[in-house]
């Protein structure tokens, strides 16, 4: 449809116009010769005229651009002069002329516009129509009618026909505009490429004349671009490229079609000459006839001189690179030389940091230097004194002759190297045969060449160490040098590691020395170390002279301390052994020995550490502890057995009638001997808390008849105080594990205080209730109450809470904590939960019979064990 | 008739042995007593009680001496004997079943718990713990 085009307005009105005066050609005239109106001139005659023929010459210039529609527009053009000529020759001032020319702007909307605007237009020209109807004077109604319904509904028709018609040559207009705006583009891309293009570009016509030439050509030609069109292309080259474009050459050019990197030379407007390459193709036309040559020209002189650079450049880098490669080579051989050496040395000085002995250290020596050094005899001279020791190594049999070659050769470098002379009748000789030296060629002949190295060790000349061949001049500075190297990497070694062990040593050894504790060390071999002066003491063994370790040992079996050391070895993978020795002699001790195996790194046996501790105080410490707690539990608790007996005997009236006042007041002495008795419990179950010896012996306990016992004990004291028991226990209640005389300590202490605090007439109840993993016992009364921040501190050890009135009553204040502890080591816990004024309620609970402590240790207490 | 029944009572304090006498001749016991572990061992020979109550803290022979000396006898042996203690330790409670003893009295006691006490060991003639150990021996 129209409005789906971009087009522009102007290109639509242009259309639009085309059709619409074809129409009013079409029309206007027609009418005029249906009403039979005689020719004349009108002044609108004028108009019409001019709107139609400005519209054709417009209309055509437009459309000859498009040839395709170029016979339509003919066609219309004729149609357009044919109908013209008719409405000059009949145009009259009739007044229907009126809206004709009224109805060709709306004709031309309809054209434009979609269907529903067309039946709008149309009903607006019937609108006018009936306007122009009424306004007639004479009015013949049937008559006017049918005309106007003529009139409306050939304007429809006639629109919509000329709508189909104009989208038809839209479609075909818009084609065609999009194809030349195309071309026009690639031309203007065309066009710059050209401008732009940095090499020249020549366009040849078929007789050789140039038709075009770009700016870069003209640039470096020197020309403008007039003076060499139409121009023979001749005359910008030299002369010997001039044949190029003449005669059979040209000729073969064109025929060919194309050319390529041929090398010419320009010759500019200055008589300069520039060497270029040429690339040309030739252009044909539609038929195979040549049109032109397009040649394209690269100036050569950049390219020349790089070219040039770049074999200078290539040369001297090939030239560079072979003295490198030279060096590289040198340097890496060099490098793989010393790290070698630097591996064997350090190899020596590593396994000799670990020993002292000078011989270990020559044999670690030998092993290695052979990889480094090319040598048939390696031998080594140890100076003792004015004696030597010489060791020869060799990969061969030695005759008399070789030994004493080395021999005098060493005993003459010891005397020149250290200024000492050692007789070759003193050196001890010793022959090593040694596998991995290389056989020299030349074997069986004499000793040719020699190295001896002084070693130094703490700057006291030490020895020799000698390397020789049979080869001449088998030895170079390098080798020297190495030699010298390990040579001094030995003395440093050996001289650092005794400096460490020195210093190591005198700091253990006076450690050892001045500690309180006895220690004793032996060897692997139970050679005695260090035996310090406090283990001399504790033993008695004199400080005075030395002992041999046979003597020490007699004295460690008469100790049975060798009998620890005994099962110190016997039993694998216990390294420590501790035990507790009393000793009588030479005055009665107490020891804590503790014994362990020392390892070394590889788990080899070094030797045994002991260390005795002196623990005869802590020892009588505790026995005093211990008879102190016996005593005060005879010694008052006898008494208090006497008093409670005859206090019961007398109140049993075994020995005559009481008053009732006199009954009272032995029942108190009852009661307090209980409570008295009760304190010494608690003091000692403290004491055994604290030492953590408290231990149970736990049992099944029905919780209800265990419950009803305790209270039972409790029944006169309750009843002197006009207290009553409730009880209120579950139907079905588990067996508990526990410590019975234990767990009637814990409710024993909590009915006791629940007595003590309850006051007179009150009452206490006690519940048994099962849980999930545990009973739970409580033990309610309706006294005085806790406040809620004294919760904690009635379970802590010797905290009575002080209140007023609770600070007059009586304890020890430990009942509480001792029942915590009891609970906790069952695996149970213990709270309380108390008003003021209202009273309190401890809760605890006790594990039920199949459950163990173990099960509470994750919990949020730790109960202790 | 019911026989009446003759407990021997050793301890070397004399209050407490009298407090015993009168406490367990009011429930019609007939009491004899010792002062000392070897004049206990020679009444018990001598007498053959039906019940000892023993003290285990007393010069020379202790409880648990007097205890082991007495069922290693034949004639005195399959006498129950009840343990008198002050100290209350468990470890006391053990060292005192392993000699054969039947049961624990702690000072002080009430007179209930120990005419308790005094059935039960009436009525169990051989301690538990002396059929177990004869098991272990055989």
């Known amino acids: ?865 | 008739m019911k026989m009446v029944k003759k407990i021997l009572v050793i301890d070397d304090e004399d209050l407490v042995v009298e407090v015993l006498r009168i406490t367990l001749g009011m429930r019609n016991f007939q009491v004899i007593t010792a002062g000392d572990g070897g004049e206990g061992i020679e009444r018990a020979v001598r007498e053959k009680p039906d019940l000892i109550i023993l003290d285990i803290a007393m010069p020379g022979l202790d409880g648990y001496q007097v205890c082991q000396k007495l069922k290693e006898n034949e004639i005195t042996k399959a006498i129950p004997i009840i343990m008198l203690t002050a100290l209350g330790q468990s470890g006391e409670r053990k060292k005192g079943y392993s000699c054969g003893a039947c049961d624990y009295i702690f000072k002080p006691f009430d007179e209930e718990e120990l005419l308790n006490s005094v059935e039960r060991a009436l009525k169990c003639k051989r301690s538990p713990y002396l059929k177990k150990r004869r098991n272990a021996n055989l």
């Open chain 1, 1 to 865: 449809m129209v409005e789906k085009t971009d087009q522009p307005d102007v290109f639509l009105l242009s259309i639009a116009y085309k059709y619409t005066g074809l129409l009013a050609g079409l029309v206007w005239p027609l009418i005029l010769i249906l009403k039979e109106i005689p020719p004349g001139r009108f002044p609108h005659t004028f108009s019409v005229i001019f709107f139609t023929v400005i519209y054709n010459i417009i209309s055509t210039k437009m459309m000859l651009k498009g040839k395709l529609l170029k016979l339509n527009k003919i066609l219309a053009g004729v149609l357009n002069i044919f109908f013209v000529s008719l409405l000059v020759y009949y145009t009259g001032g009739y007044k229907s002329n009126l809206w004709v020319m009224f109805l060709l702007p709306l004709i031309t909307i309809s054209l434009l516009y979609t269907p529903r605007q067309v039946i709008l237009a149309a009903s607006f020209v019937a609108i006018v129509f009936c306007f122009l109807y009424f306004s007639q004077a004479e009015k013949i109604w049937f008559e006017d009618l049918a005309w106007l319904l003529l009139k409306v509904g050939m304007f429809f028709v006639i629109s919509l026909v000329f709508r189909k018609i104009v989208d038809l040559e839209i479609r075909h207009r818009v084609a065609f505009q999009e194809k030349s705006r195309e071309l026009s583009k690639t031309q203007y891309y065309t066009d710059n490429i050209v401008k732009s293009m940095l090499d020249s570009l020549i366009v040849v016509n078929p007789d050789g004349k140039m038709e075009k030439i770009n700016k870069a050509a003209l640039d470096i030609l020197g020309y403008k671009e007039k003076e060499l069109t139409k121009k023979p292309v001749t005359e910008i080259f030299s002369q010997k490229d001039a044949t190029l474009f003449q005669g059979s050459q040209w000729e073969e050019l064109l025929n060919k079609g194309f050319i390529k990197d041929l090398e010419l030379t320009y010759l500019t407007r200055k008589g300069e000459k520039i060497p270029v390459s040429l690339t040309g193709s030739v252009m044909r036309d539609e038929e195979g006839k040549t049109e032109a040559v397009v040649a394209v020209l690269r100036d050569m002189r950049a390219m020349k001189a790089l070219i040039s650079g770049l074999e200078k450049a290539e040369r001297e880098v090939r030239q560079y690179s072979e003295s490198l490669e030279r060096k590289v080579d040198e340097r890496t051989k060099e490098i793989i030389k010393h790290a070698h050496e630097f591996s064997v040395i350090y190899e020596i000085s590593k396994s000799i940091s670990y020993t002292l002995d000078i011989h270990q250290i020559l044999e670690t020596i030998m092993g290695s230097l052979h990889r480094l050094i090319d040598y048939d005899i390696f031998a080594s001279l140890l100076l003792e004194g004015s004696e030597g020791e010489l060791i020869i190594e060799s990969s061969h049999s030695l005759d008399e002759r070789d030994i004493q070659m080395v021999k005098s050769n060493l005993a003459s470098a010891g005397a020149s190297l250290f200024g000492r002379t050692v007789r070759p009748e003193d050196i001890r000789v010793t022959l090593k045969r040694e596998r991995s030296f290389r056989l020299s060629q030349e074997f069986k002949g004499q000793l040719k060449s020699f190295l001896n190295i002084p070693l130094s060790i703490d700057n006291v000349p030490t020895g020799i160490i000698h390397i020789s061949s049979f080869s001449r001049s088998a030895f170079s500075e390098d080798d020297a040098r190495i030699l010298h190297t390990i040579a001094d990497q030995v003395a440093s070694a050996h001289k650092k590691l005794k400096d460490l062990i020195f210093k190591e040593k005198r700091k253990i050894e006076s450690m050892v020395e001045s500690m309180a504790e006895g220690v004793i060390m032996t060897d692997e071999n139970d050679n005695l170390i260090a035996l310090n002066p406090a283990a001399r003491k504790m033993l008695g063994i004199s400080s005075e002279g030395v002992i041999s370790d046979r003597e020490i040992w007699i004295h460690f079996g008469k100790l049975k301390l060798g009998r620890l050391y005994q099962r110190l070895y016997e039993q694998p993978g216990d390294d420590v052994f501790i035990e507790d020795l009393d000793l009588d002699e030479p005055k009665p001790i107490s020891l804590k020995v503790i014994s362990s195996l020392v390892r070394n790194h590889l788990g080899e046996r070094l030797g045994v550490v002991t260390v005795l501790r002196d623990i005869t105080k802590e020892k009588e410490v505790d026995r005093m502890k211990s008879d102190f707690i016996s005593f005060v539990s005879h010694e008052l608790r006898t008494p208090l057995t006497i008093v409670k007996g005859f206090a019961t005997i007398i109140l049993g009236e075994a020995s005559g009638k009481l008053t009732r006042e006199q009954k009272e007041q032995l029942s108190y002495i009852s009661e307090s001997i209980d409570r008295l008795s009760r304190i010494i419990s608690n003091l000692l179950d403290i004491s055994k808390i604290e030492a953590g010896k408290l231990r149970l012996q736990k049992r099944n306990i029905d919780i209800v008849s265990f419950i009803n016992k305790v209270l039972r004990s409790f029944r006169l004291y309750a009843k002197g105080k006009g207290i009553k028991f409730e009880t209120c226990f579950d139907s079905k209640l588990s067996r508990v594990l526990a410590d019975p005389d234990r767990l009637t300590q814990v409710l024993t202490n909590l009915v006791d205080n629940a007595i003590k605090f309850s006051g007179k007439n009150g009452q206490i109840r006690i519940e048994a209730k099962e849980g999930k993993d545990a009973v739970e016992v409580s033990v309610a009364d309706s006294g005085i109450g806790i406040s809620a921040e004294n919760f904690n501190r009635i379970f802590n050890k010797f905290q009575k809470v002080e209140s007023g009135i609770r600070s007059k009553l009586k304890g020890t204040g430990l009942g509480l904590p001792i029942s915590k502890e009891i609970v906790q080591l069952h695996g149970g816990k213990i709270w309380v939960e108390s008003e003021i004024g209202k009273g309190s309620k401890f809760t605890f609970t006790i594990p039920k019979q199949w459950r163990g402590v173990t099960r509470y240790e994750n919990g949020k207490e730790n109960f202790g064990h």
